[in-house]
T-cell receptor, first 114, second 117 residues
Framework: EAQVTQNPRYLITVTGKKLTVTCSQNMNHEYMSWYRQDPGLGLRQIYYSMNVEVTDKGDVPEGYKVSRKEKRNFPLILESPSPNQTSLYFC?????????????FGPGTRLTVT | AQTVTQSQPEMSVQEAETVTLSCTYDTSESDYYLFWYKQPPSRQMILVIRQEAYKQQNATENRFSVNFQKAAKSFSLKISDSQLGDAAMYFCAYRSAGETSGSRLTFGEGTQLTVNP
């Protein structure tokens, strides 16, 4: 089954404690992205990757890091989480090339930073 | 930069009736895609319908249809014969046809749809 998985699904942590949210896809997609969802703001792209070792900032990258060492994995790293990073996070992937390039979303990770 | 605006934070509809959700966008591009996503309480993002900007014909998927007005930069979603399972947050989204920003989607703020029995 084609899918994007994220772990953990729920996380409560304290300010300053480094954390990683993992994302993995089994569709051999080149493109992967991280979004955060906040009430009244919709989803906003944090970082994206167009292939292994190729990453770039999205609209709201401050306070986040990513890496793409393998094609299937795209972890999101919060080196020193702060309460304003409390949010719902989605990983998404799609193939490259012209055409529809459907985005597949993970199930979401609810993060609370106290 | 592209922007997407959903001016209706909340909407409600009676079961079996029709409701229209509004979306406007701003872009200087001529080739792009527009989407409506549904997010039920499970939080899963579900693609409802897609429209290619170069197609004049409005997309339709069963009870869901769009009214795409390219010149007005408007992209509304019509849900016919509303069902209780249609209750969800609905997001309008834009994607450039080019290969930039990793197929980035630009989302609107969302419209929370309630379906009353």
């Amino acid at each position: 089954e084609a899918q994007v998985t994220q772990n953990p699904r729920y996380l409560i942590t304290v300010t300053g404690k480094k954390l990683t949210v993992t994302c993995s896809q089994n569709m051999n997609h080149e493109y992967m992205s991280w979004y955060r969802q906040d009430p009244g703001l919709g989803l906003r792209q944090i970082y994206y990757s167009m292939n292994v070792e190729v990453t770039d900032k999205g609209d709201v990258p401050e306070g986040y890091k990513v890496s793409r060492k393998e094609k299937r994995n795209f972890p999101l790293i919060l080196e020193s989480p702060s309460p304003n990073q409390t949010s719902l996070y989605f990983c998404a992937s799609s193939r490259s090339g012209q055409g529809r390039r459907e985005q597949y979303f993970g199930p979401g990770t609810r993060l609370t930073v106290t | 930069a592209q922007t997407v605006t959903q001016s209706q934070p909340e909407m409600s509809v009676q079961e079996a009736e029709t409701v229209t959700l509004s979306c406007t966008y701003d872009t200087s591009e001529s080739d792009y895609y527009l989407f409506w996503y549904k997010q039920p309480p499970s939080r899963q993002m579900i693609l409802v319908i897609r429209q290619e900007a170069y197609k004049q014909q409005n997309a339709t998927e069963n009870r869901f249809s769009v009214n795409f007005q390219k010149a007005a930069k408007s992209f509304s979603l019509k849900i016919s014969d509303s069902q209780l399972g249609d209750a969800a947050m609905y997001f309008c989204a834009y994607r450039s046809a080019g290969e930039t920003s990793g197929s980035r989607l630009t989302f609107g703020e969302g419209t929370q749809l309630t379906v009353n029995p």
